[in-house]
């Protein structure tokens, strides 16, 4: 009874930990079954899925969301001919250091064409790209009524007085890069930019304005986050703050997701970088929507005036994401136990401030929650050892009741009573624990902090696999030791499915950060120390 509870509890772990792979195999396959849609048949979503009310072909309005300076958001009530767009003209691009990050902007159509962070490295050596290229939206990308007046738009030229280069410094600290078109008709659309130095945080006022506009609204959108490669166990996708509510989920084909209200923030996300719009209004709208292979945000925004507001694009640090405030540092959530995963958070950087090593600090914090649940663990290792010395009349009486399961769970029980034994004693500490062992697998699993962190020898990338298999070899090795100084079931499929349990594990971890293997091996290490020293200790007794 004690082994079956014990391997339902190792079940219930490898559950946990897979719960996220099959996550991600959950959008991959969405992905995978868009890859064969026509280009056409995305600019045909990106209109009509959008649960906006339909306005005129010549008037500009917002598929999705945004904020409206009253409480009920504009709707278009006069046309606005966007139809007639000046001569395209050649662009070029702007592109200002930060020092944190170096952002391009094309004059074509205002976009943002490029964000290189300077701080994270991709598999080449050079700064991570954090916008998707191959997206066919770009952000800050401005969306009307129809697909032909977006268009349009997005591929003319503003005009811009800013220098193609700038260099932000201590002594330049802030920079303001407008961006103007004005239309044949008399309709002026503006994108200013206002950078700051060592800041992911960017300022924006954006506008249509001029005759017709009045009661028109319009969206600016950002494409899917980029900066990652291979597979990612994490939710990758929409996310937004609403009403003091944090909803994240990847919408469907033809089915966009609107969120109506008081919006903090929305954007997109992935495991360790994130984009986000911050509305100024106390009444916004935002929609994420599936666009072909990629998620696209949008907020929606009132024409007549220019709308102040900002967006984020950078690093999902605790740090940086705290400075901007609106509780943009909500985008991080390390899901079911995220109440636990930030104080061991904070313990963990603040171990690092003072060794100056991830990999030594995630040792020393395992060996902490050790000693946290230290007398749990010393009950459940003495119920262990009183199975083990009952394990030859439990054998036996299963043997001589085993045509008769009822007499023999009433025997058992006789036994325990014997003995003196609580056959749950040995799991309710390892239950315990679970919570804590899922919010810690989260914290190293995501956490940005450990990305390019080096730690000794081999491992120089603890948000990585050991490139070499030693961890996970030696965790399950740490399993394989573990099973053998406690107590085998009597019941055969049971004990060859225990003996297998190292090695599912071992194969379950091969590619996870080595962080994370690091961790699960020092508790196995400790584990085996804290069963010996009871052993020795009832030997000398």
Known sequence: MERKTLYAILLSIAVVILWDVWYYYRYKDVLEANRSKMA????????????????????????????????????????????????PAQGRTITVDTGVS???????????????LFRYKDADGGPIEIVDA??????????????????????????????????????????????????????????TLVFHHLSYLVDLQIGVS??????????????????????????VGPVVLVDDKRLADSPKEKEPQTHEGNVLWGGVTNKYYCAAFLPTAVKSKFTARKTGE?????????????????????????????KTGRELIRMINYG??????????????????????????????????KLLFWPLSQ????????????????????????????????????????????????????????????????????????????????????????????TPVLMGLSMLAQQKMSPSSTDPLQRKLMLAMPLVFTVMFINFPSGLVIYWLVNNLLSILQQYLLIMQQKEA
């Open 40 to 87: 056409h048949k995305r600019v045909e979503q990106q209109t009509n899925g959008n649960n906006r009310q339909p306005l005129k072909e010549n008037a500009p309005a917002s598929p999705a969301s945004a904020p409206a300076p009253t409480p009920a958001l504009a709707v278009e009530s006069k046309p606005l001919d966007l139809a007639t767009t000046a001569p």
């Open 102 to 116: 170096n952002v391009s902007i094309s004059t074509t159509g205002g976009i943002v064409e490029s964000i290189k």
């Open 294 to 322: 990629k998620d696209v945000v949008t907020l929606q925004l009132p024409a007549g005036s220019a709308n102040g507001l900002a967006f984020y694009a950078g690093p999902k640090d605790h740090g940086e994401l705290n």
């Open 379 to 470: 009950a459940s290792f003495k119920s262990v050892e009183k199975m083990k010395k009952v394990q030859p009349e439990m054998k036996m009486l299963q043997e001589r009741y085993k045509n008769d399961r009822t007499k023999m769970n009433e025997e058992l029980i006789a036994l325990y009573k014997k003995y003196n034994i609580n056959p749950m004693a040995g799991c309710l500490p390892i239950i315990l624990q679970i919570p804590v062992f899922v919010a810690l697998y989260k914290v190293l699993l995501e956490s940005i902090d450990l990305k390019g962190a080096n730690f000794v020898l081999w491992i120089h990338d603890l948000s990585t696999k050991d490139p070499y298999y030693v």
């Open 336 to 369: 079911w136990f995220d109440i636990l995963a930030n104080p061991l958070f904070i313990l963990l950087t603040w171990f690092n401030s003072i060794i100056g090593n991830f990999g030594f600090s995630i040792i020393l914090l395992t060996v902490l929650v």
């Open 134 to 191: 191959k997206s066919q939206f770009r952000p800050l990308s401005l969306e009307f009524a129809t697909p032909e007046a977006s268009n349009k738009i997005n591929s003319a030229v503003f005009s811009s007085a800013a220098p193609d280069k700038i260099t932000l410094t201590a002594g330049n600290k802030d920079v303001s890069v407008p961006l103007t078109m004005a239309l044949p008709n008399g309709v002026v659309i503006t994108k």
């Open 210 to 235: 001029g005759p017709g506009v009045e009661g028109t609204t319009f969206g600016v959108s950002w494409n899917g986050i980029a900066g990652e490669e291979g597979k990612s166990y994490s939710y």
